[in-house]
């Protein structure tokens, strides 16, 4: 079946400092890879996707490339802001002909400090 | 352009109650998702919708069961409620065969 593993959080970081959240994930098939994060009280907003091996996918600095030999999708930011803190969740996605169902990883917690 | 709403916000419920939740999607898109999201947890699919038919389904019993409208609005009912049944229920929406869904801000159900 599908899956998806993330890091353990919570991730404390100083501001300025560099973001690496690591997902590695399982599937069937050739999954499309997401990014979402969700700040405190509110929903899932996806922050960047890849669809197909070697896609970079990339929004508000972040960034992360679709791997498919070492079935990862990292999740990097040179420079977090305090803005950033929320809780990110690796998710992917498998085509089927009754369309389309996310899979999420248990999310990471990260708190920047000033 | 309104997003995803739901609701109600937040609801307070006692074990063995049904309960009714409610999604609009975002304009233009005809499919809805529902997602069960415990609190330490990433969301868990428990449907999906499109043209007023289950579509796909996650590992939940059939006590969890769902509806859309020719408007593509949904519903997800929740009957014979038990304490684990407390989680974030968010709903999200997207165009049919599009891999992007997009979310609302979700319910938050307490089952006492």
């Known amino acids: 079946g599908n899956s998806v593993t993330q890091m353990e959080g919570p991730v404390t970081l100083s501001e300025e400092a560099f973001l690496t959240i690591n997902c590695t994930y399982t599937?069937?098939?050739?999954?499309?890879l997401f990014w979402y994060v969700q700040y405190p009280g509110e929903g899932l907003q996806l922050l960047l996707k890849?669809?197909?091996?070697?896609d970079k996918g990339s929004n508000k600095g972040f960034e992360a490339t679709y791997r498919k030999e070492t079935t990862s999708f990292h999740l990097e930011k040179g420079s977090v802001q305090v803005s950033d803190s929320a809780v990110y969740f690796c998710a992917l996605s498998t085509n089927s002909n009754s369309g389309y169902a996310l899979n999420f990883g248990k999310g990471t917690s990260l708190l920047v400090t000033p | 352009d309104a997003g995803v709403t739901q609701s109600p916000t937040h609801l307070i419920k006692t074990r063995g109650q049904q309960v009714t939740l409610r999604c609009s999607p975002k304009s233009g898109h005809d499919t809805v998702s529902w997602y069960q999201q415990a609190l330490g947890q990433g969301p868990q699919f428990i449907f999906q919708?499109?043209?007023?038919?289950?579509?796909q389904r996650g590992n939940f019993p059939d006590r969890f069961s769902g509806h859309q409208f020719p408007n593509y609005s949904s519903e997800l009912n929740v009957n014979a409620l038990l304490l684990g049944d407390s989680a974030l229920y968010l709903c999200?929406?997207?165009?049919?065969?599009?891999?992007?869904?997009?979310f609302g801000a979700g319910t938050r159900l307490s089952v006492l």
């Open positions: 599937a069937t098939g050739y999954p499309s």
């Open positions: 999200a929406s997207s165009l049919f065969g599009r891999n992007i869904q997009y």
């Open positions: 919708y499109y043209e007023e038919e289950e579509r």
């Open positions: 890849a669809t197909k091996a070697d």
